[in-house]
T-cell receptor, first 108, second 115 residues
Framework: DAKTTQPPSMDCAEGRAANLPCNHS???????VYWYRQIHSQGPQYIIH???NNETNEMASLIITEDRKSSTLILPHATLRDTAVYYC?????????FGTGTRLQVFP | EAGVAQSPRYKIIEKRQSVAFWCNPI?????LYWYQQILGQGPKLLIQ????????DSQLPKDRFSAERLKGVDSTLKIQPAKLEDSAVYLC?????????????FGDGTRLSIL
């Protein structure tokens, strides 16, 4: 079973920051937090991952709380192309266990 | 860098027929995965290869599904015979190596419809 809890859906205005929350209260010390997204008819796209520290790349920022029980994915300037299902995954082995994710709708 | 390539993109067959999917991972990626994604659900791991050896096939229905990665590069997934419940998207992913810190990169999958 997935070890994360995400809201089923969120809306965001184009150009604004999208902040997607994820709860993972049972995370272990050696487990990573991964974020993927899936646009309709495409495979999941890797966005970012982290262990303890906050991470940033060209796509997004990942903020992990100090107790590591929750995290937030931040898309700084959402565009219509960011409309997708976003999956937060806690991973300590090779296996990715996907939940149902958050459906993000970016509107003009 | 070329991504994970999969073919065909779509396949329609009748139940009890056979079907095969092909995957070419990102160059240099030692670990290869096959996932099944049923409509409305997240992907579920079927099998994992490390080079040409099977690491995890615990979720693979071995009575009808088989997979191989003979030379440690390309892989094929076969279903024989297909059932209606096998209608899904079959995704291939690859990573540089095993372990929690290595991201998996996915292809766009093969959408299988069973009539």
């Amino acid at each position: 079973d997935a070890k994360t809890t995400q809201p089923p859906s969120m809306d965001c205005a184009e150009g604004r920051a999208a902040n997607l929350p994820c709860n993972h209260s049972t995370i272990s010390g050696n487990e990573y937090v991964y974020w993927y997204r899936q646009i309709h008819s495409q495979g999941p796209q890797y966005i970012i991952h982290g262990l303890k520290n906050n991470e940033t790349n060209e796509m997004a920022s990942l903020i992990i709380t100090e107790d590591r029980k929750s995290s937030t994915l931040i898309l700084p300037h959402a565009t219509l192309r960011d409309t997708a299902v976003y999956y937060c995954i806690v991973r300590n082995t090779d296996k990715l266990i996907f939940g149902t994710g958050t459906r993000l709708q970016v509107f003009p | 860098e070329a991504g994970v390539a999969q073919s065909p993109r779509y396949k329609i067959i009748e139940k009890r027929q056979s079907v095969a999917f092909w995957c070419n991972p990102i160059s240099g990626h030692a670990t290869l995965y096959w996932y099944q994604q049923i409509l409305g659900q997240g992907p579920k791991l079927l099998i994992q290869f490390q080079n040409n050896g099977v690491v995890d096939d615990s979720q693979l229905p071995k009575d009808r599904f088989s997979a191989e990665r003979l030379k440690g590069v390309d892989s094929t997934l076969k279903i024989q015979p297909a059932k209606l419940e096998d209608s899904a998207v079959y995704l291939c992913a690859s990573s540089l190596g095993a372990g929690g810190g290595q991201p998996q990169h996915f292809g766009d999958g093969t959408r299988l419809s069973i009539l």
